[in-house]
């Protein structure tokens, strides 16, 4: 097939795998007439792998991903499905790579048609075929739209709410001001000179813990970081001040968290979204835009299972490259696929000085609800240009980071 034509299918139940020589996360997206999703449940992907008439499968990385489906049970109103297609690999182009659809007759396997998108460079994403109803014959056409802003890009324009673009900086409701939150713009931070190092990745065992200081319980306030790593509870506050110096270099949280019943993966989301002085939404990083603030908050990436030991998901800092305006942030993690908290174990965050791998300040969530978002911690700059980490563990109904975006700043 060629850019822009079509075929009859002549299969009901039909198969759209992408194949490339990198791995490809391969989704599908479900369109009424006006080309918007009904919800976000008509976005069917690797942590929703089955909607309406529509089915994901995973390669697990030895075979492309794989759209099914299956027209007889497309419901009413629904139009078209589009197929898209992403490199895994965080930030990474279609240049050099030529991914091909394979679409298939679902029952026997046999090929229907097969379309290789031409001459793709900066794209991070695509949709490249639709599977669409016309005068009451189901069709496929060959798309090959590229996107240069990722699968978020694509999510948006379709109506997604998980990948979207940040919102515009508008204050948020008022709500009475903790005693630690800054009431205005803070002076700019010193300058300083960033190294970028290698985000820490899922997975990856954490380093051994120094011996904990006390914890922050019975201090009668605020502790600093001159005692060692601190242990806090729920809504305790470490100064990050170390030496009487404000500690304003690279940090990762790192989050984790297990499965509470065996043999079950938990795919959650961990984001951080950045405020300014107002409690205006500045921006928010998650596994759909994994850098913001010019490289100044960068995401690891997602993880599907919250198997294995050390940190699931990893959010770098570097608070001496934050922009002034930028006065809190909130870190978050949701449960898209709408698993809730009771089905959690073992979830924390922990602060990482990333230039030493020192475990700063650790908090662990030892309360669950069914709820599918906490609030985990908190960093607010002071006047005096030092941050503060509170710990929250406060539960949220909210699937996505959009969700979290109003009471995260009524929780600042």
Sequence with gaps: MTPGSNLPLNSVRVTVDVAAPVRLDVSALLLTADGKVRSDADFIFYNQPSGPGVGYRSGGGAT??????????VPAGIEKIVVTASPDAAGQTFQGIEPTATVRNADDNSVIATFTPPQLGTETALVVVEVYLRGGVWKVRAVGQGYANGLAGIATDFGVSVDEEPAAATPAPAAPQAPQAP????????AATPTWGTPATAGT??????????????????????????????NQTVSLVKGGRPLLSQVKMGLGWEP????????????????????????SCYFGRLSILS?????????LTGEGA??????????????????????TVNSFSGQKFTEVAKAYCRLIDAASGEELVR???TTAEPQTGVMMAKLIRQFSG????TAMGEFVKSRTVRGMVKPAAQAL
């Design 64 to 73: 492309p991903d794989a759209i099914t489906v299956d027209t007889s049970a």
């Design 183 to 190: 009431q205005a713009p803070p002076a700019a931070p010193p």
């Design 205 to 234: 065992p954490a380093p051994p813990a120094p011996p904990a200081a006390p914890t922050a319980a019975g201090t009668g306030g605020k502790i600093n970081l001159d005692k060692g790593r601190v242990n806090l509870q729920k």
């Design 260 to 283: 509470a019943f065996r043999g079950r993966d938990i795919d959650l989301d961990a984001s951080v979204i950045a405020y300014g002085p107002q409690r205006n939404h500045l921006d």
């Design 295 to 303: 490289g100044a908050v960068k995401h690891s990436g997602d993880n």
């Design 310 to 331: 050390g940190d699931d998901e990893v959010i770098v800092v570097d608070l001496g490259r934050l922009p002034a305006e930028v006065t809190g942030l909130v870190f």
């Design 363 to 365: 908090f662990d969530l």
């Design 386 to 389: 030092e941050w503060e980490m």
